[in-house]
């Protein structure tokens, strides 16, 4: 999503470029391997955060990370020695200015990385686990014209964390504690979906202020932010899910942060650096990226909040504006859930439950899934069709739903709609799933 944007910012000007970040460069200055022989994890120091590629390559298998914009200082990193599927480890400084690490491997593994910032005993770290098994890490063929997609990418934001409990429900429960328990298991789903991969914007309790979490989810190019959150409030009657997007007000004050840092920013919009351009053709950019993005997270929420509402009594009916701060990048959709209300002893108690987090979960899996096979970002393997058939897109029916809606809505015939469920004539009943042709045809 975030370069379907970046192409309608160039359609629009038609003379732009992409630019880098004008950030400074990162030093890789330290390498080293811990954990067991079955899941070793190779962590990396560096004095500032670094975005990052991971992919893998085979014949012979090995995992690469490229660190952009980051220069590896040969004079102070020792090469570890070999340690479970670990062969060997090897450096270097590339011409485009990036470092690459390369773990050659004994087997194929799985493999995934995530930042952690500098805290008080160890400055900033990138952190590769590595996993053996025969589930392999992404691939990417080292041949160009074998690549025809790339996956979508799911950022998973565990809301709260270290020194930041959020709210505490009556039993003592944490919403960070419960946050991260759901984010990882949809991270788990995400990563299930063909096409798909998630990353964690934290995967531990540390804290992350709210613009670094906007930060992570852009150095990793994520197609969609989802922050997870539970609910509170001073009635502890009030129950069920909420989904927000950005309101308006939200997206006008970010504007004019935006527009008033833009010399001194490292931050893109939609792939487009906006330092250099005066300050009407700026403002015009940055309009057309936050409308698009707002657009999307909108038909996202709508999914998402549609298939919450099959798990039971959802707090609003329709898609919430507000304007929290994780909501506002401008060149990444984005969408807050609030699952429940911690503060509903009820409540709390299912947000324990770790059936319920799995339903929570597969609810937003489903959403997500549902957007992006009827909305799919040119250049990823959904849009290419090398998925497979994957899993089928469903609609829960929620009060005021009709056929003819349904339909228009994901743009698909009313009477390929009523063929492909067996349906006769226009009843319909609430919590009944529907399944969506692909196609008008189907």
Known sequence: MQRKIS???????????FAASAGPRSELFGLHLSGDAA??????????????????????????VDLHDTHVNMGAVRMPGSQGPVARIRTANRDNGDARVVLDLSAPAKARSFLVPADGNAGHRLIVDIGSGKKKAPIVSATPAAIRGRDLVIAIDAGHGGKDPGATGRSGTREKDVALQIARRLAKQIDAEPGMRSYLTRDGD??????QRIQRARQNRADLFVSIHADAFKNRKARGSSVYVLSPRGATDEAARWLAERENSADL????????KDAMLASVLLDLSQSAAIDASTHVADQVLTHLSGLGRVHRKSVQKAGFVVLKSPDIPSILIETAFISNPSEEKLLRNRKHQERLASAITRGVRNYFITNPPPGTLLASGQTGSGGPVEHVIVRGDTLSDIASRYSVSLRALRRHNGIKGDRIRIGQVLQIPRSAGS
């Open 39 to 64: 899941n070793p994890r190779l962590v990396m120091d560096l004095n500032t955060p670094a975005s990052h590629t991971l992919f893998a390559l085979e014949n012979p298998p090995r995992i690469v």
């Open 206 to 211: 540390y804290f992350l202020s709210l613009r």
């Open 269 to 276: 919009v939609g792939g487009v650096s906006l330092d250099d």
């Open 7 to 17: 192409r309608l910012v160039i359609l629009a000007t038609g003379f732009l470029a």
